[in-house]
């Protein structure tokens, strides 16, 4: 009884602890998001590539230890309301990411909208700048942990990506894909 009761305890101090951190990042919207909707769960601070850009948060979100958020002044990140974001997940932003309501983002995923530019061999990496195209994400889409998806993908309503796939083209909508490079392997059908 002493073990349930203290479990209850800690975890309510938890969930206090969880939306303290969204009421910090409501009162200094600016800074931090663009806009952020109400009962947002963060489980830690998250870390920004830079303050003071457009990143926008529906409502209902959880987001989970080590989010990495990363944004250009002239991009966007766009996420939907009661979007699920897992632990170390890194969203990078050079034109644009659109996340549709109810997606589920596993830990350690990766969204990337730009790769470097390295067709130069005579100019250094770091200096030949971005090339990319802005990501949409369609409503209710599970991607499972450690995926990456690359610039210009889009993944359509319902789909499903699989475990530590490599996204670096567009999933139809209801489509269950995995792999490296992911492949459409079934769809999601209406029984």
């Known amino acids: 009884m002493f073990y349930s009761l203290l479990s209850k305890a800690c975890k309510a101090l938890e969930l206090s602890g969880n939306y303290a951190v969204g009421l910090l990042y409501l009162v200094f919207t600016q800074v931090f998001f663009r806009q952020i909707g109400i009962f947002c769960r963060f489980r830690g601070l998250i870390n920004f590539g830079y303050l003071f850009r457009d990143i926008r948060l529906g409502s209902h979100c959880s987001i989970g230890l ?36 109810y997606v589920r983002i596993g830990e350690f995923v990766s969204i990337r909208d730009n790769d470097h530019v390295f067709s130069d061999p005579n100019t250094l990496i770091s200096q030949q700048g971005f090339s990319g195209k802005p990501i949409k994400i369609g409503r209710d889409v599970w991607i499972g942990r450690g995926v990456f998806i690359g610039k210009g993908v889009e993944i359509g309503e319902g789909s499903v990506i699989g475990a530590n796939s490599v996204v670096t083209k567009s999933i139809p909508a209801f489509a269950v894909a995995v792999g490296s490079p992911a492949k459409v392997i079934k769809y999601r059908l209406h029984q």
């Open 66 to 101: 080590g989010v990495f958020l990363n944004c250009t002044s002239t991009a966007h990140i766009k996420i939907g309301d009661h979007v699920g974001i897992n632990d170390y997940a890194y969203i990078s932003a050079v034109y644009g990411i659109d996340i549709g309501d």
